[in-house]
């Protein structure tokens, strides 16, 4: 991730509500490694150890978590696939 982090390049990252709550609430619980997984891709986390639960922000993550604690729509913020709730209702 480059910074400086913005609004629209957090946006562009495609994150699920889910992993912008993962990503805020760092440290607080044991994340899904599938929401961190996702952080560690657009470059707001890493892994601390292979096969470790541990894991930290990168500077690009604290600076998001900075961005997106002034959001107040999360609607139209947070990335919805709409294919994986259409195929749950198919199921």
């Given amino acids: 991730m480059i910074?400086?982090?913005t609004l629209e390049t957090l946006r562009d990252l495609r994150l699920t509500n889910d992993e912008w709550n993962t990503l805020?609430?760092?440290?607080e619980w044991k994340?899904?490694?599938?929401?961190v997984d996702m952080?560690?891709?657009?470059?707001?986390?890493v892994w601390a150890d292979e096969g470790e639960e541990d894991w930290d922000?990168?500077?690009?993550?604290?600076a998001?978590?900075?961005?997106?604690d002034?959001?107040?729509?999360?609607?139209?913020f947070a990335?919805?696939?709409?294919?994986?709730k259409r195929s749950k209702k198919i199921e």
């Avoid at 922000?57 to 604290?62: C, K, R, S, V």
């Avoid at 002034?70 to 139209?76: G, K, V, Y």
Wanted: glycine share 6%.
């Fill in 31 to 35: 994340a899904e490694r599938d929401h």
């Fill in 57 to 62: 922000l990168t500077e690009a993550g604290h």
């Fill in 39 to 45: 952080l560690v891709l657009a470059g707001l986390a």
């Fill in 64 to 68: 998001a978590c900075n961005v997106i």
């Fill in 79 to 84: 990335f919805s696939d709409l294919s994986s």
């Fill in 70 to 76: 002034l959001i107040f729509d999360w609607d139209t």
């Fill in 24 to 27: 805020f609430h760092a440290g």
């Fill in 3 to 5: 910074l400086p982090v």
